[in-house]
């Protein structure tokens, strides 16, 4: 397990842009898959994007494709999220994750989670 720290949540209107980050405190972020999800009140948490090891395999929901972009920075082991065109529905707390092994898009695939930072789209 490793420790991860989201950031760059916020409040913007519908059209625009956010860029997220999740920092690991581990000097094996590199050989870990990482992934971006997300959860609405009171709604089951969802996958929204995964990216491998060393960033040339990426997978995406189909709600947010072409809209978002997941990439990392091995060198300062951080992951991020650009989301652009953000919709209302992109409402959400998002959570960074990640694991040694190239599973599945199931949460109960990814055995270290980050706090969550708070993302509001307004109308």
């Known amino acids: 397990q490793v420790q991860l720290l989201e950031s760059g949540g916020g409040w913007v209107q519908a059209g625009g842009s956010l860029r997220l980050s999740c920092v690991a405190s581990?000097?094996?972020?590199?050989?870990?898959?990482m992934g971006w999800f997300r959860q609405a009140p009171g709604k089951e948490r969802e996958f929204v994007a995964r990216?491998?090891?060393?960033?040339?395999?990426?997978d995406y929901a189909n709600s947010v494709k072409g809209r978002f972009t997941i990439s990392r920075d091995n060198a300062k082991n951080v992951l991020y999220l650009q989301m652009n065109s953000l919709k209302s529905e992109d409402t959400a707390t998002y959570y960074c994750?990640?694991?040694?092994?190239?599973?599945?898009?199931?949460?109960?695939?990814?055995?270290?989670w980050g706090q969550g930072t708070q993302v509001i789209v307004s109308s």
């Open positions: 994750a990640a694991d040694r092994v190239w599973k599945t898009m199931s949460p109960v695939d990814f055995s270290s």
């Open positions: 581990d000097s094996t972020f590199s050989k870990h898959i």
């Open positions: 990216i491998s090891w060393s960033g040339s395999t990426t």
